[in-house]
């Protein structure tokens, strides 16, 4: 048990409890001493462009520009005191980010030879800059006015980033006989980012609000003058330390796939067997590093083959798609956490896990029941695994024993935590269920007054882990055995198709299942849930022109 609260005697734990019990077993009731909260604004444009060249050739031009700008409150510990906080927001120096993204892709679309080749080829660029959003970590404040000592650990910084991507792409499928055609592509893929990052430090004349001296001793704890002293929220940061790096990745990306047209029988209308082979590449970028410093990550890379059917059956009454699939995962990038030592805090980051795949089955399936009537099935079964995975675990240290052999030890003045190499290759990937199974139905309903959509959907997911260090992987105590949703919609279109609105509902149940949370269990001996929202309803309206 820590004890941080020295004026109550209470420790960590307690305050854990009590958040615990908050909700007399409603898990969506808790303590918080911040709120969780995400607010954003979005505005955009697209034009899309096409021109028919000739019969057989036609350029398109799709251009479209975002705008986004948003803020975000987090609470990372789930108790009632600030012990882990993450806010732009609360502080006067704190801002919202901007966003603003454009991009332009031309398109030349054509065929031939009697329209048994198609092909597509194009040029594709875009571009992200964003800035302003000035982000602050909190560990504190904590007063325990019982002696001249004060503790506020912070890591404020504001990122300003560039992101730019280039790309050239091809695609052309041949049909070569009545039964058999196929289809090649490429892409090649060119993508830079560069981001700075500028940190900031406390003015310490301004830590107290009636002036006195706030004499800085290491790790976030201060020395102050008793009596008199009292808490200035709104301390002045001053700009410290810029960090900024540049990377730039570039991929070529082919796929193939040969497709055999099953003829009409019996009982089959028309069908095809299916063999694709393609790959797939997701840039690197910059993240913090435990040298303070921003460190690259690599790309991602993975190959997938795809082994499948597609059969119309019962007169197209129904349809049938499946698929076998694996994907082999090169680097593939997840989240971790890293001590930053220029603030001696702990800082997400980005880390490659060098080898991992997922293999499996879906299957997905359409029944028009009746004119009217569409009664939908879809089941996936998946495998996921790591087969290679080197992270850097951070626990809480015991400092009457030294750092164990290529162990880093800092000390976050409440506590003291160890960062050593750990071998998480035998883990499951996170976030992917086992099964999952989705059920809908759907019946359209023509009026004088438009056509009317009622539609009611549930779906289960199994066997998930939404883990994060590996200790809290191994509690077992965020593994959901079992998710399951209900939702319904009533959709109306007007007959001339300009108006469309629906009334929804979603989890109609009310599940509180497991769909996330904040476990830091290794850094800071506290863990966090995040359960599905609450039975919600909504409408919609729509006015096309």
């Not at 609000?209 to 800085?216: D, K, L, R």
């Not at 993975?302 to 076998?324: P, S």
């Not at 299942?513 to 995040?530: D, K, M, P, Q, R």
Request: net charge negative.
């Amino acid at each position: 048990a820590i004890a941080i609260g020295p004026a109550t005697g209470r420790t960590l734990a307690d305050f854990c409890e009590d958040a615990a019990q908050a909700g007399g077993g409603d898990p969506r009731t808790v303590i918080s001493d911040l709120g969780g909260d995400y607010k954003a604004e979005n505005r955009g444009a697209s034009l899309v462009a096409e021109w028919a060249i000739n019969p057989d050739l036609s350029l398109k031009s799709i251009s479209a520009y975002r705008f986004t700008e948003a803020s975000q409150n987090d609470e990372l510990d789930h108790t009632g005191i600030p012990f882990l906080h993450r806010t732009n927001t609360v502080h006067p120096q704190g801002g919202a980010g901007e966003s603003d993204q454009y991009s332009q892709e031309f398109q030349l679309i054509g065929s031939a030879f009697d329209d048994r080749m198609q092909y597509v080829t194009g040029l594709f660029w875009y571009q992200e800059e964003s800035g302003g959003r000035q982000s602050i970590s909190f560990l504190g404040p904590f007063d325990p006015a019982i002696a001249n000592l004060f503790f506020l650990n912070i890591s404020p910084s504001s990122l300003t980033a560039k992101n730019d991507a280039v790309a050239a792409y091809a695609q052309v499928e041949w049909e070569f006989t009545p039964q058999w055609r196929t289809t090649l592509g490429l892409r090649y893929t060119d993508e830079s980012r560069d981001l700075r990052v500028q940190d900031y430090a406390i003015d310490t004349s301004t830590l107290d609000a009636n002036g006195g001296a706030a004499i800085p001793v290491g790790g976030g704890l201060f020395v102050v003058q008793r009596p008199g002293f009292e808490y200035n929220p709104a301390f002045i940061l001053d700009e410290s330390d810029v960090r900024q790096r540049k990377i730039s990745n570039s991929d070529v990306t082919p796929m193939a796939s040969i497709q055999y047209l099953i003829g009409e029988s019996e009982w089959l209308d028309q069908g095809s067997l299916y063999l694709t082979y393609s790959e797939g590449f997701l840039s690197g970028g910059l993240s913090e590093s435990p040298t303070g410093e921003l460190e690259p990550f690599e790309p991602e890379e993975v190959q997938n083959i795809e082994l499948g059917f597609k059969l119309d059956l019962l007169d197209r009454r129904l349809r049938l798609n499946g698929a076998l699939f694996y994907s082999d995962y090169t680097n593939r990038q997840l989240t971790t956490l890293v001590i930053n030592p220029e603030v001696n805090s702990p800082s997400p980051a980005t880390i490659n896990a060098a080898d991992s795949t997922i293999k499996g089955f879906e299957l997905e399936t359409t029944w028009l029941a009746t004119d009217r009537l569409i009664i939908g099935f879809n089941a996936t079964f998946t495998d996921g695994e790591i087969k290679e995975f080197m992270d850097t675990q951070i626990t809480i240290a015991d400092t009457a024993q030294p750092p164990a052999a290529n162990c880093v030890r800092a000390d976050l003045s409440l506590i003291q935590v160890d960062s050593c190499p750990n071998d998480r290759s035998s883990e499951n990937l996170p976030r992917l269920p086992e099964q999952s199974y989705l059920l809908s139905a759907q019946y359209a309903l023509d009026t004088a007054w438009g056509t009317f959509l009622p539609r009611i959907q549930a779906s289960w997911k199994f066997d998930m882990e939404f883990c994060f260090d590996a200790l809290s992987c191994t509690t077992g105590l965020w593994f959901e055995d079992e998710q399951f949703e209900l939702s319904a919609r009533l959709g109306w279109t007007s007959i001339d198709e300009r108006w469309s609105a629906s009334l929804y509902g979603t989890n109609l149940t009310d599940e509180d299942y497991i769909n996330g949370g904040i476990a830091l269990v290794e850094s800071s001996g506290t863990g966090g849930f995040a359960v599905a929202p609450p039975r919600m309803y909504g409408a919609e309206i729509q006015y096309r022109f």
